[in-house]
């Protein structure tokens, strides 16, 4: 995996990036577009993403530890075999996305069904 510096981008539409064997390790992302990018074998530990369009994003083979996103569009995205160790996602649009082929939205249904509520 290639070890880069973190990137900090503002305000940029980076659609349909395709990200692969890189370290974006403490990189921030604040209003960008983000929809459509392909992020394989890429370490996202402590990324911070602000404010950005993710939809349809794809994430596979990638470490998120420590990872943030905070209102972000993340509808359609899908995240395969991906290490989510203290990722945070807060204020999302998660309709349509998955996790190992399972829907968010019914990770969440169970989760609630359990805590009876």
């Given at each position: 995996?290639?070890?880069?510096?973190?990137?900090?981008?503002?305000?940029?539409?980076?659609?349909?990036?395709?990200?692969?064997?890189?370290?974006?390790?403490?990189?921030?992302?604040?209003?960008?577009?983000?929809?459509?990018?392909?992020?394989?074998?890429?370490?996202?530990?402590?990324?911070?993403?602000?404010?950005a369009n993710l939809s349809?994003?794809?994430?596979?083979?990638?470490?998120?530890?420590?990872?943030?996103?905070?209102?972000?569009?993340?509808?359609?995205?899908?995240?395969?075999?991906?290490?989510?160790?203290?990722?945070?996602?807060?204020?999302?649009?998660?309709?349509?996305?998955?996790?190992?082929?399972?829907?968010?939205?019914?990770?969440?249904?169970?989760?609630?069904?359990?805590?009876?509520?």
């Open positions: 995996m290639s070890s880069t510096e973190p990137l900090h981008h503002v305000g940029v539409n980076l659609r349909s990036s395709c990200f692969s064997d890189v370290d974006l390790s403490q990189s921030t992302f604040n209003d960008v577009n983000l929809s459509g990018t392909s992020f394989e074998k890429v370490a996202l530990a402590e990324v911070k993403i602000r404010n349809n994003l794809s994430i596979d083979d990638a470490k998120l530890v420590g990872a943030s996103f905070a209102n972000v569009d993340l509808s359609g995205g899908k995240i395969i075999n991906a290490n989510l160790s203290h990722l945070s996602i807060d204020d999302a649009n998660l309709a349509g996305m998955s996790i190992d082929g399972v829907l968010v939205t019914d990770l969440f249904h169970a989760y609630r069904l359990q805590k009876g509520g």
